[in-house]
């Protein structure tokens, strides 16, 4: 199936990325001094921002971090959510006791972060936060908390730095939007 024709316009480029991934990262590192932390990177967005992340928390002194993975399925090759989106992969480790930050690339409507949250939740980790790259506030559906986000962006739609459409730009280092011809 191809996608239809577009084009893209920059929204936010790499090096405002990498300054706001430091930042984020010196909080966190702040906040949980000397605990055990396991991002959940969500799948297959969040896996390039968990990756960066994982590396600034590292030079910014927490190490103690393990990486796990679960993926939730929310809309195929098309730009809405379905709104009943269903968690397809369950992290490997089990995570009771342990500090757990949910990393997302973009809380939307907030069904997804919402199933997650509850799954994560019934698991009695010691600790569940929400770290998103971006947030559209003005597309929320349920309400989610995110304790750390990197920007808020208005209703586009967005690909590169791990976002795709119908699995396209998801290896694009910057974050641009879509725009239809
Ligand atoms: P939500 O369940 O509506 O909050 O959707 C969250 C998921 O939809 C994100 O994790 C992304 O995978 C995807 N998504 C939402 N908005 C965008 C976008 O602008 N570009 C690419 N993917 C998006
Ligand atoms: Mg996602």
């Known amino acids: 199936m191809g996608i239809p024709k ?13 300054g706001r991934v430091r930042e984020l990262a010196s909080q966190i590192a702040k906040d949980y001094k000397g605990k055990k932390v396991t991002l959940v990177a969500v799948l297959s967005g969040g896996a390039v921002f968990a990756a960066d992340m994982g590396r600034a928390l590292w030079e910014a002194g927490l190490r103690e971090v393990e990486v796990d993975y679960m993926a939730v399925e929310s809309y195929g090759a098309g730009t809405e959510s379905a709104g009943e989106p269903k968690i397809t992969k369950d992290t490997k ?14 809380v939307d409507t907030g069904y997804s972060m919402q199933q997650l949250l509850s799954l994560l939740k019934s698991k009695e980790a010691a600790s569940v936060a929400v770290l998103a790259l971006l947030s559209k506030p003005s597309r929320r559906k349920v309400e989610v908390a995110i304790d750390y986000l990197g920007f808020e962006i208005p209703d586009v739609f967005v690909v590169g730095y791990g976002m795709d459409w119908g699995e396209r730009y998801r290896t694009m280092p910057e974050i641009v939007k879509v725009v239809m011809d």
């Open 93 to 106: 480790a089990p995570i009771a006791g342990r500090h757990v930050i949910v990393v997302e690339d973009i």
């Open 6 to 18: 577009h084009h893209t316009e920059p929204v936010i480029g790499e090096e405002e990325i990498r």
